[in-house]
C-alpha cells in the first residue's frame, strides 16, 4: 500500500529523481494533468503562465477520481481526452517509474514521448538550491526571505468585461492589458521589527524611524540648560535629523 512519491521510491529503493509525479489542478474550471519528474515541485505561477489561465488551484481527490482517474498511482500513460501539461524535467532521464492507473499498481520503465504525450512541455518547476542557471550555468542560492508586496498580470480578463480598449496605429482595437500590484504594511513592518530589534524593543531604522533623536532636556528650569538644549536642536535640525 504505497501512493506518495516518497513511499513508491523507498519500497523500490529508487531515487526519487527516477519516478514521475502526476498532479492535477483545475484551471479555469477544466481539470489538467501535470506530469513533473518525482523529485521536484510544481511551480504554480509558472503554471499559471503556462496555461493563460485566470484561476488555478488543486483538484480534490473526488474530482480526480471523477475524471476517472486513479489518486496515488495516476500516469499519463493511456490517458486521453485531459489537457496533459508536462515539465521539461521528464525530458532529463529514461526509464522512470510512473503509476499505472491502477490502485497500488506502478509501472517501469515509462519514457517520454514513447510511452505518453503532452499537449505543452515547459519548465513548469520549482528553482531549488544549486539549479544551474540555464543561460550562464551559475549555481542558484537560496534563503528564507519575507513577501511584502505582490505584482499580478491580469492580463486581458477584466479589460475585456469593462470595455477598456485601446486603438492601435492601424486603426484597430484592442484590449488593455491590465496589471496591479499591493504591499502589505503590517507584513512590511513585522519585517523591519523582526531584523532590528533587541532585548529592549524595536530599533527603528532611520528610513522609516518615527524621529531620530530624542532630546530630553534635565533641568528646564535653568535658563543656560535652556539656552544649550535650543543649541543642540537646531543643530541637529540643521543636520536634516528629526528631533522630539
Known amino acids: 500500500d504505497v501512493g506518495t512519491i516518497e513511499e513508491v521510491a523507498d519500497f523500490l529503493k529508487i531515487p526519487q529523481s527516477h519516478t514521475l509525479k502526476a498532479v492535477f489542478y483545475i484551471a479555469d474550471g477544466k481539470l489538467v494533468f501535470v506530469v513533473i519528474r518525482g523529485d521536484i515541485g510544481v511551480n504554480e505561477v509558472k503554471l499559471k503562465n503556462a496555461l493563460g489561465c485566470i484561476d488555478l488551484r488543486l483538484a480534490t481527490e473526488a474530482e480526480v477520481i471523477n475524471a476517472g482517474l486513479v489518486a496515488g498511482a495516476a500516469s499519463a500513460v493511456g490517458i486521453k481526452g485531459i489537457k496533459i501539461i508536462a515539465d521539461d524535467s521528464i525530458t532529463s532521464g529514461a526509464n522512470f517509474v510512473a503509476g499505472a492507473n491502477k490502485a497500488d499498481t506502478h509501472f517501469r520503465n515509462v519514457n517520454y514521448p514513447r510511452d505518453f504525450k503532452a499537449e505543452l512541455v515547459t519548465d513548469i518547476a520549482q528553482a531549488r538550491a544549486g539549479d544551474e542557471c540555464p543561460k550562464c550555468g551559475a549555481k542558484l542560492s537560496s534563503t528564507r526571505g519575507i513577501e511584502v508586496g505582490h505584482v499580478f498580470k491580469l492580463g486581458t480578463f477584466l479589460s475585456e468585461k469593462l470595455g477598456a480598449f485601446f486603438i492601435d496605429q492601424g486603426g484597430a482595437s484592442h484590449p488593455i492589458i491590465m496589471g496591479c500590484y499591493g504591499i502589505g ?3 512590511l513592518l513585522a519585517a523591519v521589527i523582526e531584523l532590528n530589534h533587541d532585548d529592549k524593543g524595536i530599533l527603528w531604522p532611520f528610513s522609516i524611524a518615527p524621529y531620530h533623536i530624542y532630546l530630553c532636556p534635565l533641568y528646564q528650569e535653568s535658563s543656560e540648560v535652556e539656552a544649550i538644549v ?12 528629526e528631533v522630539l
Open 230 to 241: 535650543e543649541k543642540v536642536y537646531s543643530a541637529l535640525e540643521a543636520e536634516g535629523l
Open 185 to 187: 504594511l503590517d507584513r
